[in-house]
């Protein structure tokens, strides 16, 4: 689990300072976001996925595979061994 801190959400912001739709319903939040929802997820624990898929979200859709693969290679070993069982078994290239 993760602790979602104001630097992390201000280190994972767009360039123009704001999140993307797909960073806030990584969250759990609609768009247009509710008022104050960084003091709503601020101290709250995400999990690792949903981590990810925030820092992920913030880029543009052609640079996603590119952002997925710098992530990738911060995980540790053990987590990286669980992306690949989720990827071989959710998706039909990996059989």
Do not use: Y
């Not at 993307?20 to 509710?34: A, D, E, K, R, V």
């Not at 709503?40 to 543009?60: C, D, W, Y």
Request: charged residues 25%; positive net charge; proline residues 6%.
């Amino acid at each position: 689990m993760f602790t979602v801190t104001k630097q992390w959400l201000d280190s994972h912001s767009t360039d123009r300072g704001g999140h993307t739709s797909s960073q806030l319903q990584s969250l759990g939040f609609g768009w247009p976001p509710p008022p104050r929802w960084k003091r709503q997820v601020i101290g709250e624990q995400i999990t690792e996925p949903a981590r990810l898929a925030f820092e992920s979200g913030k880029v543009k859709k052609k640079n996603k595979l590119a952002a997925c693969i710098k992530l990738a290679k911060q995980l540790s070993p053990a987590d990286l061994e669980k992306l690949r069982e989720f990827i071989n078994t959710n998706t039909t290239e990996g059989k």
